[in-house]
């Protein structure tokens, strides 16, 4: 193992950050469903809550070079890439002050400033992206690794694995990071998922997979910490599978009448946020006022955000023909 | 319905941890687990297995065991007959260390004879304690394995179940089966065993479970050290090897700067020199106290156990561990008795 | 100063000036190179039909062969652009189109406006397209329809030479997603080029002949054909004919389409792709709607038929829209007497 | 097939306008069978694939036979028509109209470019290469330079005529036609911004100018003369005729003021520089148009009859200006020829300083919208022609006398 990028371990600094990243994940979620039961908000959303720990532990390893596609199930790494909260609630109720002014919605929530290339409405829609993402930071040399998040569903479309592929060939600075969440809308991966585990595919494509504890920040930020430094450092891509579950169902209305217990198991004994209270808490790294802190500073953001976002102004007509183009 | 009984736990998830990635360590597929779990069901019906229970799992093993059943149903002429095989489902699977102890309970429970167990060091750490007395069969499907062996699944299938069906006495005196030695960990009420190594470590957190970098190892104890070993055991193992059947352990003292050196195999892929300040006889019996105010503690090289100033976990070795088939020891046994002799015509029913 | 060279070797040489003039400017495709891996040459082919040959040595490092996995490499082509390059990325055939159409139509031609303006993706995917070289049903399509309904994407058929140099400068240098058409039964045909780079704008098409009696929309290869059945009017009935080749069907110049049938009161589509949801029938509806009252006869549109495009020789003869028809059409035009 | 043997028949060719031509097409006849005609009298209207132009008569008589067709594509060189006595045979005459239609029924040969056509030269000018081109092959050198926006093919009536009795070139100023177009001080050949890595050191945009350096930025006009000097030094020729249109006429003066004793005579066509007054609004629509749409009535402004700009006129135009650089160097020249809405040369001061060292012509069409013809006035000491039915480009739409009043300066140099 080569050792020329730093492997630094977490400062006081940074687990406050990544809990305040987690939390506000989480305050997010959880109010966007508040919300959408209301019937304030258009259209289809999908709740990242429970994976926390995954956009977390990953984005916790990535700089200013780097970049990510995400999903559907976006949100969450929205929040960990940095993407201005404020600006995504608005967005979520299609204001003209959204991130993507109104234009986007929860599917396709972005920041290129960011290296966030997009929440993504199509399921494997993102790992093509960001083999082309990686190869432009090869070829610049910038040293940027890119990312691509996807589910268990996205796992098994042609895209995805084409870009395993070819992100191998081409020893592409990338990392694929298959958040098995045991769930492509009702279909469980234990059934679609015919190599059962997802990491074990890798193999076929000359690169190493790992299996991570999705509910585990430590786990996963350690796993990506490694995968994103061997990127980094020429040694090509690499595949981890976070196993975990989702709290909220496919989408806001699914009524998970396929599901079975799990979901109150996972609250009550896997929560990453839970978890990482614990962890902190116990090897005194931070208090448990640390962490109060951390949650009333989240609530009062995640309040603003929705107290502005209903306030603020809708598209008008004029905004239904620009940006189709650069120029046309 | 007879009493010739067999337990087959296998563990979806072993070979698939983050040395995958950080050492090229290999990948184990699923479909070689189940395929190990139908050479073994092979060898029980050869020798006489009445019936097999079978963990359940997510990861894809179980339910090709299930599938091959189904194509054989209606169809067994074809084939060289197989026990009876009961899954045990009904109970939530949780992908963790905890299925493999539920199965194990569950095994030991409904009268399994012996358990054979695919896994890693931790697999079998973990199936060990909750096998009690009966014999376990620890067959390599992982990584980082000292404790298990790497056996030809038809092989430790037929000693398994010639343990199984009683035609070699499971305590007998040509040593088929032994006990192996324990570490025992307690930090405060949690308590943690290992089979082979258990290891204090710097880092703070759990984290993606492996050890890698031995510089973050501060101090070792190992039940036994085989120079042929890979893991941290393999440090001792070059320095002051220690066999399965000595009564006594070694423990270590470690630091990067320390004067002698050792370059030891610390996991698949990675050999590396390791300073060692101090080497002794761990004897079984004495609880050892850690130096380090902080850190984890791994067992059989996964980390499992973090603790913090105040709480000084303890280590012990003991001489009473699970009992463990010698797949050797067993079909020389059945050389000598002659016992998978037959003659023309000898119908395998009537057995 | 311009000279003759062919249709492939302005393509070839657009590409080598922009790669000059821009570093950040990539190619990647299958076979872009040919024999990556393999023992022999490492610009074996230069791409399928040789367009791309002799690049791989001229530019290392930015001539990437590909896998055959065309959503990979056309959404790797896609990210690459969001993050600064300027990919050329080539789809060998467009009837390969359904391995890959969700990275063109879902992902780079939306970003822009989904992203609420934020994303700029200068991507140019070249394709092969057409019938003629006998290469049957999923080797000679025409699908430009399909790329032209999609907002976000603009598409280029360049119909000669001195076009297809221009445009696909002009492509490389656009910071929108182009999808680039080169018909394969052109590679071979030549005409005068300058030497010099130059970019030709989107959005206006070109009147490659003036007429006073019939005006004959086209493009990409048909413009040849109705060139041809242009001149035998005019030869055979003294017939007049304007013949229009739209250059681009994204953005779509309507202006010079509806100037030049207010002029002649009469129009002849002509496209080689099938006739339902066209461009036959997209300028038909243009025309109808905007310039009725100038018209003196119903369109006529020459059109392939609604049928896959036809192997044996006998039948894709038939299949392609020729010179004959052309004039069949004009003559209905100019004889229609209420 | 018989020769046409009666001397009488004087066949009506269609001419050779431009050294690129090789058809020519009839898009009306003027006279009909049984006219009259006299020397100079209008024929036919005539179109290439340049520019439409009138045919005039070269000989008087009468029109016996039209042998062309409207719309009918013909060769350089072959009869359109018979002018003959009303004494000449009906049969003579058909046997020679049989001769003509065969010529015309073959086409263009496949070697037309051969013999005679002239060999495109180049000359290398402080890095930069200037094209130009030549015929005949005896008699005076004569210089033809273009103006603002134009190339060497602007003389496409003029040159081969000349050539008859001179060497004529004529060249594409720098930013201009095939010559290189990076007018910008210190950079040699073009060099496009954001090159390569593999730009070899020292031809950026960086590298500092040398002692040769060329006029600074503020100064094109001066690397226009430059280029007109580096041609005379390439061809080579120590002394010359120089004609100049336009900006070009600017550009004559300033290369003769250099050198008086090298230029043996100066014909100014609407030249600019003499007087503050000009069409800024051609200009700059010109530099700036983008499509065919914005340009075309502005070409048209440059001609006293617009219907001469073809569609083809058009798209050549918008070819050149779509040409890597070209933009860049119009725009820098139109900062040289423009202060304000006005000009911003003193040609007259330049022509005082050059004194009577040569004979000095000035043509000018009467209906010139982008220079008056007034201007013509100020052009002390200058024999003057202004033509009539010409606008701004006499040269092409009235080239017989164009021709002559260069023929006559020619003469008057002695």
Partial sequence: MTDTVERKSLTREDLLDVYRTMRTIREFEERVHAEFATGDIPGFVHLYAGEEASAAGVCSNLDDRDTIASTHRGHGHCIARGVDVAEMMAEIYGRRTGSCHGKGGSMHIADLSKGMLGANGIVGGGPPLICGTALAAKIKGTGGVSVAFFGDGGSNQGTTLESLNLASVWNLPAVFVAENNGYAETTSSTWSVASDNIADRAAGFGMPGVIVDGFDFFAAHEAAREAIARAREGGGPTLIEMKFTRYFGHFEGDQQTYRAGEVSHARAELDCLKRFADRVTETGELSRADLDAVDAEVAALIEAAVEAAKAAPLPTEADLLTDVYVRY | MGDAVVGVVANPLSGRDIRRLVTQASVFPTAEKANMIQRMLTAFGAVGVHRVLLSTDLGGISAAVFRAIGRRRGQEPKYPRWPEVEFLDGQPIRQTAQDTVDAVRRMVTAGARVIVCLGGDGTARVAASAAGDVPLLALSTGTNNVFPAVREATVAGLAAGLIATGAVPAQGADGVTARAKLLEVRVGDRVETALVDVATSTERHVGARAIWDPATVTQLFCAFAEPDAIGLSAIAGQLLPVARHDPHGVTMRLAPDAARQVLAPIAPGLVVPVGVSSIERLEAGPVHHVDARAGVIAVDGERELAFGPGEHPAVRLRADGPWCVDVAAVLAASARLGLLERVRNFNPQGG | ?338 | MNPVTDERIVPVTMPKWGLSMRLGKITAWIVAEGDEVKAGDDLADIETDKITGTLEAATPGTVRRIVARVGEDVPVSGTIALIAPVGVSDADLDAAVADARAVIDAGVPEDADGAGVPVVQTADVRGRKVSFAGAGADGDVVLLIHGFGGDRDSWLFLQEPLAARHQVYALDLPGHGTSSKNLVAGAGPETPAGAGPDAPAGAGPDAPPGPDAPPGPGDPAGLLADAVVGVLDAIPASRAHLVGHSMGGAVALAVAARDPRRIASLTLIAPSGFGRQINAGYLRGFADAQTRRELKPLVGQLFADDKLVTRQVVDDLLAYKRLDGVEAALHALLDSLLGGDEQRGDSAAVLAAIGDAMPVTVVWGRQDQIIPAEQAQAVAGAVRYVIEGAGHMPHMERPVEVQTAIEDTIARAG
């Fill in chain 3, 1 to 338: 100063m311009a000279r003759n060279i062919t249709y492939r070797e302005a393509i070839n040489e657009a590409l080598v000036q922009e790669m000059e003039r821009d570093e950040t400017v990539i190619v990647m495709g299958e076979d872009n190179a040919g024999g990556a891996g393999a023992p022999g040459e490492d610009d074996a082919w230069g791409g399928v039909l040789g367009v791309t040959k002799g690049l791989y040595h001229k530019f290392p490092g930015r001539v990437l062969d590909t896998p055959i996995s065309e959503s990979a490499f056309i959404g790797a082509a896609v990210g690459a652009a969001t993050a600064g390059l300027r990919p050329v990325a080539e789809l060998m055939f467009v009837d390969f189109m359904g391995v890959c159409f969700d990275q063109i139509y879902n992902q780079a031609a939306k970003f822009r406006y989904m992203f609420g303006g934020k994303a700029v993706t200068p991507v140019v995917i070249r394709t092969m397209y057409g019938a003629g070289l006998r290469a049957a049903a999923q080797h000679s399509q025409c699908l430009y329809p399909l790329f032209t309904h999609i907002p976000g994407l603009k598409v280029v058929l360049p119909a000669t030479p001195y076009d297809a140099k221009g445009l696909l400068t002009q492509a490389i240098r656009d910071n929108d997603p182009v999808i680039f058409f080169e018909h394969k039964a052109l590679y071979d045909m030549s005409g005068p080029v300058p030497e010099e780079s130059y970019a030709l704008p989107f959005g206006e098409a070109n009147v490659v002949r003036e007429g006073a009696d019939v005006t004959i929309v086209t493009l990409g290869r048909m413009v040849h054909t109705s060139l041809s059945a242009a001149a035998e009017l005019a030869a055979s009935d003294g017939v007049q004919c304007e013949v229009i080749d739209l250059r681009t069907t994204s953005p779509l110049d309507a202006d010079t389409v509806l100037e030049s049938v207010e002029a002649t009161g009469r129009l002849v589509v002509v496209d080689e792709a099938h006739p339902r949801c066209s461009i036959a029938t997209d300028i038909s509806a243009l025309v109808a709607q905007r310039a009725f009252g100038a018209l003196r006869a119903p369109i006529e549109m020459v059109t392939a038929p609604h049928t896959p495009v036809p192997f044996s020789t006998a039948l894709e003869d038939i299949f392609i829209p020729d010179a004959q028809r052309i004039a069949n059409a004009v003559k209905t035009v100019t004889g229609w007497n209420p």
